[in-house]
């Protein structure tokens, strides 16, 4: 299983939210590259980059530090966070992101992503999945939807999408527990797809039960910030 790391942008230093609030803030580096390249030291393949900026304005902020990671580090980097129109997701490709992460602009304009999908080639998107209560929410997990999370999953599946992270916003940034039962019923129901856990993981022991349950990566924030999880932790999972 593929460990992902996330690094959240504002103002181009490393913070972090909790369920998507912008007035609880931390900050955990000045300087995000710096922490990248620790990752990618500890063995690490990949990184999750979120321009919290961005999410908030509707178009894409903290390319620059896009950017700078993908030139000095060979982290497989996805990115999001504002991405509204094509000429942000040319913005984000050009500056370097293997993967342009989107989220709601699949739910409430399915015609754009579509003809992004076929422009670009599905296999460059890594779809976010927002749920709560088996339902998909958007606008930074504001806004409820009645869309079953299922059938989300398969209509992009038919467009091409092969690489979909689901977050439980019930459980990000509270180091609480992944949702197993979620992401059981998910991988039960789509076993091809290459899914990616994310949110609430708080312990090596959480990255262990969700591989065990077939999840084939998981993306990781809080709990590496907090020490819960230690890049040596990481180091000893890769080399498993």
Known sequence: MDIIPAIDIIDGKCVRLEQGDYNKISL?????????????????????????????????????VLDSIAAKTSLIIDFGGGIKTEKDVEIVFNSGAALATVGSIAVKNEEEFVKWLLKFGAEKFLLGADVKNEKITVSGWQEETKIWVYDFIQKYIDHGIQQIFCTDVSKDGKLEGPSFDLYKNIISKFPELFLIASGGVSSADDLKKLEEIGCKAAIVGKAIYENRITLGDLKKINSQ
Do not use: Q, S, T
């Open 28 to 64: 955990y580096h000045k300087e995000p590259l710096e922490v990248a390249k620790k990752f990618e030291d500890a063995g690490l393949k990949r990184l999750h980059l979120v321009d919290l900026d961005g999410a908030k304005a509707g178009a894409v902020k903290n390319w620059k």
